[in-house]
């Protein structure tokens, strides 16, 4: 059983910055993916990124040129770092792991393992 922490989350103004991690064990494994999802009150779950275990990345396009996924497989730890930050981007934000092979997906049901979220809110 695979636990993921989240951590990071706090207010800030719009156009600020925040950096999001995940601490996350399945980066010792041989084959991973890993990706963030946000909800904001009354939305369903998006997905924002990921990246697999070649290092490879992607992103939803609201995102593009303002967030960067990385994992630290020393650390065991995955980051989200959140530059010129919109009121739009206010949402629960959760890390969640996909171990059964490195196959990323954009679906929320392809990730096994899930963490308990942080708070991210923006104001104008």
């Known amino acids: 059983q695979e636990r993921l922490v989240e951590s990071g989350g706090d207010s800030v103004l719009a156009g600020g910055s925040l950096r999001l991690s995940c601490a996350a064990s399945v980066l010792t494994r041989r084959y991973w993916c890993m990706g963030w999802f946000r909800q904001a009150p009354g939305e369903e779950r998006e997905w924002v990124a990921y990246?697999?275990?070649?290092?490879?990345?992607r992103y939803t396009a609201s995102v593009q040129g303002r967030f960067t996924i990385s994992a630290d497989s020393v650390k065991d730890s995955l980051h989200l770092q959140m530059n010129s930050l919109k009121p739009e981007d206010t949402a629960i934000y959760y890390c969640?792991?996909?171990?059964?092979?490195?196959?990323?997906?954009?679906?929320?049901?392809?990730?096994?393992?899930w963490g308990r979220g942080t708070q991210v809110t923006v104001a104008s």
């Open positions: 969640a792991a996909r171990i059964i092979d490195n196959f990323c997906y954009s679906g929320a049901r392809r990730y096994e393992y």
């Open positions: 990246i697999d275990d070649s290092g490879t990345t």
